[in-house]
């Protein structure tokens, strides 16, 4: 296809991702004698150009003795082929493309009194309307594609593309462009533009596979947001759907993209290209840039006002700072213990790695133990066994990350040795001696505290002191009998220590 060729397409012929043949045209540039007046008239070029080559026709001359209960109406109908939302054939776009009027279709308008005027484009390129009741009245311009391929903007008196006006479609005898207009006796000038841009994001992770499932991302122009949309069938392919038609077509000027990556990641890079087939094949850059938390690039680098801009969006995972957590489960006191036995529980939201608790007296580390972890939560578990003394257990978790935990400290103490149960001597006391008595007493002794004694399996609980005595034992007392007798004295740690002796 060359550039400016006459084309209709069907709205299956659309690229998926918006990008598809122009609008249909089959009017060439017709360069007119009056380029400046109607330039100075509508706004064509921006302010402060001394020439321009512009696609013009006279203007008809209002009579002086006119009727003051109508009006003419004079539109201009041209396609935004250097795509910055103004008439301007001096300009050429990427491609080599510049401005033209469009002439294909009849324009319509239905006056005050909702009569119907229908009008083709006269030799001049212009359509005329002429003694129209004033009043309020409404412009219908034809599409010549499906709807959903082109979109028409006003731009009269426009000096830039900040200054143009989306115009709505309706239904007047098919999809109609549409424009609300008063008329008045002293005549009404009306520039309309027709462009077809489209604005697309491909979304991508570092690795280069596509990101898909995205639900807040948009796509703006001329002050308006559409939500975007993910392809059927193309992960990661995004851009804004219409009702009732296909995909939303934007205004030149800034072409638009933001979005909130989703939870656990963030935008690493935003590029954008644009081309025939721009998220497919990416064709020639377009410069980027940020702003108000959106990143926007210029359409007039657009090289063909129905071919698409392509955001490239790359997103990262958020680096994890987040510390994991680790809480003892055990010990709950500080004892004493005969052997320790510790459990640490971790979590982390991105995965541990392993869990550590380390065993130290004072500031010396006499065990470590540690367990490698997998998941969100583990569980560390270990058994020692280490000489009496206090200790303190110092435990923490890692994750994936390398982020450490709070470490947490405890204070335990240590006892394997058993108590000790001595005879008393003297007759107040025991009668008796070597194992056979008629009345014995004990005297008990453990550096962490004695705990309780059972004789026969009675148990007679004692004060937790490290000095503690059971006296006048004899048969009938403390569970003893006549015979042979076993005490068991038992320290808070749980160590024992066993006498055997004889009551007559």
Not at 319 to 328: I, V, Y
């Amino acid at each position: 296809m060359n550039i400016g060729e006459p084309l209709t397409v069907c709205p299956q012929a659309v690229h998926k991702f918006g990008v598809g043949d122009p609008p249909s045209s089959n009017l060439e540039p017709n360069l007119g004698n009056n380029d400046m007046r109607l330039a100075h008239r509508y706004g064509w070029a921006a302010a402060g150009a001394v020439t321009l080559a512009m696609i013009a026709a006279p203007l008809p001359a209002l009579a002086e003795d006119g009727d003051p209960t109508t009006g003419d109406l004079t539109v201009t109908r041209f396609d935004d082929r250097y795509a910055d939302g103004l008439f301007d054939t001096t300009r050429t776009s990427p491609s080599g493309d510049v401005d033209r009027l469009n002439t294909d279709l009849a324009a319509q308008l239905v006056d005050v009194n909702g009569t119907r005027h229908y009008k083709s484009a006269d030799a001049d390129g212009l359509y005329r309307f002429t003694d129209v009741p004033v009043g309020a009245a409404t412009l219908y311009l034809g599409h010549p594609n499906y709807p959903a391929n082109e979109v028409f903007f006003d731009a009269t008196g426009a000096t830039s593309a900040a200054d143009i006006t989306r115009m709505a479609t309706t239904e007047y005898y098919g999809a109609q462009g549409t424009l609300d207009v008063v008329i008045d006796a002293d005549g009404e000038q009306r520039l309309i533009g027709m462009t077809a841009l489209g604005v697309a994001a491909k979304v991508s992770s570092t690795d280069g596979a596509p990101v898909s499932g995205i639900t807040s991302i948009e796509f703006g122009s001329g002050g308006e947001w559409f939500v975007g949309s993910e392809y059927a069938g193309l992960p990661g392919g995004y851009e804004a759907q219409a009702p009732g038609y296909r995909v939303i077509r934007h205004l030149p000027g800034d072409l638009g993209m933001r979005i909130t990556a989703p939870a656990g990641y963030r935008v690493a890079s935003v590029t954008a290209a644009t081309g025939s087939a721009p998220i497919s094949y990416p064709d020639i850059p377009m410069t980027v840039v940020e702003r108000d938390g959106a990143y926007w690039v210029d359409s007039a680098a657009v090289p063909q006002y129905f071919f698409s801009a392509a955001f490239l969006v790359t997103l990262e995972e958020v680096p994890d700072t987040t510390r994991p957590t680790a809480s003892l489960v055990s010990p709950t006191t500080e004892g004493p213990f005969r052997s320790l036995s510790v459990q640490v529980d971790a979590t982390d939201e991105k995965g541990l790695k392993r869990i550590v608790a380390n065993i130290y007296k004072g500031t010396t580390l006499v065990k470590s133990t540690q367990s490698a972890a997998t998941g969100t939560s583990a569980t560390h578990r270990a058994t020692v066994s280490l000489p009496d003394g206090a200790y303190t257990v110092k435990y923490n978790s890692q994750d994936l990350a390398g982020n450490i935990s709070q470490t947490g400290t405890f204070a335990v103490t240590v006892d394997g040795t058993a108590p000790t149960a001595t005879v008393k001597d003297g007759s107040a006391y025991t009668v008796g001696g070597d194992g056979v008595y008629d009345l014995v007493s004990v005297k008990l002794y453990d550096a962490q505290k004695i705990d309780k004694v059972t004789i026969n399996g009675t148990v007679k609980d004692l004060t937790n002191n490290a000095w503690s005595d059971v006296n006048f034992i004899k048969p009938g007392t403390f569970g003893a009998v006549k015979g042979e007798n076993t005490l068991v004295v038992h320290d808070v740690a749980g160590n024992t220590r066993t006498l055997v002796f004889v009551l007559n």
